[in-house]
């Protein structure tokens, strides 16, 4: 049960990087549209695009990770993220700006939807319901330190809003070594694609016991089983 814990907590950075990535674009427009001379209109859009992005990748992002597993979705996230954030710390211009926040998007929506997903996969089922709400609570943590650290950035002489935007490239990094060394791939869909001893091999792992019997997974038979 513990590893359960272990592995829905590093999933929820997902989440935490969105809040991050949603309370820094509202502080650092203020310096974003003077630097830039932006209109109305396209200070809307930079704002907007990671919500665009967002929105454009949950049309598929289900079709596509039950084709590829929840798994290398998550790490497809990271590296979104991390992509975006490097790009917006080298913005020349709007328009790049633009670019990197559609990146940065398409890691939010992958992010948002399929983490509660993964986590409802590998949770047992007494744990299940208060481990979901974990990705809310590091969404609003995520939301809470980048305030903090805008509000300390603009504190500085000159503060730096490719700055502010480029440092969520710092925690995307760690959140992709949690997805590359440390997530499994669901046991649920493991067992919906016929592999069941790696499915059993998950479970002993996010149990910490060697008989998963009991969680509602038969090994018997290639067939899709809903986890106790």
Do not use: H
């Amino acid at each position: 049960m513990k590893g359960a814990v272990l592995v829905a907590i590093a999933a929820s950075i997902g989440n935490f990087l969105q809040g991050w990535d949603n309370a820094t674009i509202a502080g650092a427009i203020v310096y974003i549209k003077k630097d830039l001379a932006l209109q109305t209109t396209m200070e809307g859009l930079v704002v907007a695009m990671s919500l665009i992005g967002a929105t454009v990748i949950t049309t598929c992002s289900g079709p596509i990770s039950d084709w590829l597993g929840r798994r290398p979705m998550l790490i497809i996230s990271s590296v979104l993220y991390f992509l975006g954030g490097l790009v917006m710390l080298w913005s020349p211009n709007v328009y790049v700006l633009c670019l990197a926040r559609l990146l940065d998007g398409f890691g939010i929506g992958l992010a948002v939807t399929l983490v509660p997903v993964y986590i409802s996969e590998t949770a047992p089922s007494e744990i299940r319901g208060s481990l979901n709400t974990l990705p809310q609570f590091s969404g609003s943590g995520g939301m809470f330190l980048s305030y903090c650290m805008v509000f300390g950035m603009s504190l500085t002489p000159s503060p730096s809003w490719r700055l502010m935007l480029g440092v969520l490239s710092i925690p995307s990094l760690l959140y992709f070594a949690l997805t590359i060394f440390f997530l499994p791939e669901s046991p649920r869909w493991l067992v919906s694609k016929g592999r069941m001893m790696e499915a059993k091999k998950v479970l002993q792992r996010l149990r910490g016991r060697e008989d998963v019997s009991g969680n509602g997974i038969i090994f018997q038979s290639i067939r899709l089983n809903f986890l106790n």
